[in-house]
C-alpha cells in the first residue's frame, strides 16, 4: 500500500469572525475604563473606605494604580497591533509605499 493510497485526513479548517472579536474587546476595553472611574469616585471621593493602600489602587491620578496599569497595557497592545501590521504589509510585494504609510 503506498502513501497515495492511504486516506489522509482532511485539514482542520478555522474561521475567526474578526468583527466580533474587535467589537467585543471595544466594549470590554470600554466597560473596564468607565468601571475604573466609578470605582475612583466611590473609593476616594466618596471614602467608601480608610485604607490607604485600597484608596490609592483605584485612584486614576496615580501612576501605580490599576487604571494605569490598565492604560499602559493597553498602549503596549496597540503598539504591537500596529508593528505586526506594518511587517505584514511590508513583506508583501509592491506595498512598500503602503507600509511606509
Not at 475567526?16 to 473609593?43: G, P
Not at 497591533?81 to 511590508?90: N, V
Amino acid at each position: 500500500m503506498t502513501i497515495n493510497e492511504r486516506s489522509l485526513p482532511q485539514p482542520i479548517q478555522l474561521t475567526v469572525d474578526t468583527h466580533r472579536i474587535a467589537k467585543l474587546i471595544l466594549i470590554i476595553a470600554a466597560i473596564a475604563e468607565i468601571l475604573f472611574m466609578v470605582l475612583d469616585y466611590h473609593i476616594n471621593f466618596g471614602e467608601m473606605t480608610k485604607i490607604g493602600g485600597l484608596r490609592r489602587m483605584f485612584n486614576i491620578t496615580r501612576e501605580d494604580s490599576l487604571a494605569s496599569w490598565f492604560a499602559c497595557t493597553q498602549t503596549l497592545m496597540l503598539g504591537l497591533t500596529l508593528g505586526f501590521i506594518w511587517i505584514c504589509i511590508k513583506t508583501q510585494p509592491g506595498k512598500r509605499r503602503e507600509a511606509l504609510g
